[in-house]
C-alpha cells in the first residue's frame, strides 16, 4: 500500500463509506429497513471526524436513504436491481435530536436539510439545521 492509499483509509469521508458498506454486505437490514422506513439512521464508531459530528459514544451519526435529485435510487445489473443508497453525515446536535424522536425525529431532519439543500452535502463546514 502507498503513501496515498493510506491516506485514503484515514479520511473520515472514507471511514464513513466503509462503514457502511460493511454493514449493507453483512445484512439486509439497510435494504430491509430502508424499504420498511425510507430513511435509517445509524451511528459508526471509529471515524477521524471534527467535534461537531462526534456523537457522545464518540462516533458519528448518519443517515441513509434521503433522495438526490437527478440522480438514479437504483441501477439494473445482469438481472439484480443494485440500490444506491445516500449517506448523510450528521452533526451531534442533529444525530440526538434526530435520536429522542425516532420516526418523526428522522422525518423532520430530512425534511430540514432538503429545505435548506443540505441533504447529501459533504461539507464539514455547513450550517447546522434548526431542529
Do not use: C
Not at 3 to 11: A, M, N, Q, R, V
Not at 20 to 40: E, L, M, T, W
Not at 74 to 101: C, G, R, V, W
Not at 121 to 131: P, Q, T
Amino acid at each position: 500500500m502507498n503513501k496515498s492509499d493510506t491516506e485514503l483509509g484515514d479520511t473520515w469521508l472514507f471511514q464513513i463509506l466503509f462503514q457502511a458498506a460493511g454493514n449493507a454486505v453483512k445484512s439486509r437490514a439497510y435494504y430491509d429497513a430502508i424499504n420498511q422506513y425510507k430513511y435509517v439512521s445509524s451511528e459508526f464508531g471509529n471515524i477521524n471526524i471534527n467535534d461537531n459530528y462526534k456523537t457522545i459514544n464518540d462516533g458519528v451519526g448518519v443517515l441513509l436513504g434521503i433522495e438526490r435529485k437527478n440522480s438514479p435510487s437504483s441501477l439494473n445489473f445482469d438481472n439484480q436491481k443494485i440500490f444506491m443508497i445516500s449517506i448523510t453525515a450528521l452533526m451531534n446536535i442533529e444525530f440526538e435530536m434526530m435520536m429522542e424522536n425516532g420516526k418523526e425525529g428522522r422525518e423532520n431532519v430530512v425534511r430540514k436539510l432538503k429545505e435548506k439543500n443540505l441533504n447529501n452535502v459533504i461539507d464539514l463546514h455547513r450550517e447546522k439545521i434548526e431542529i
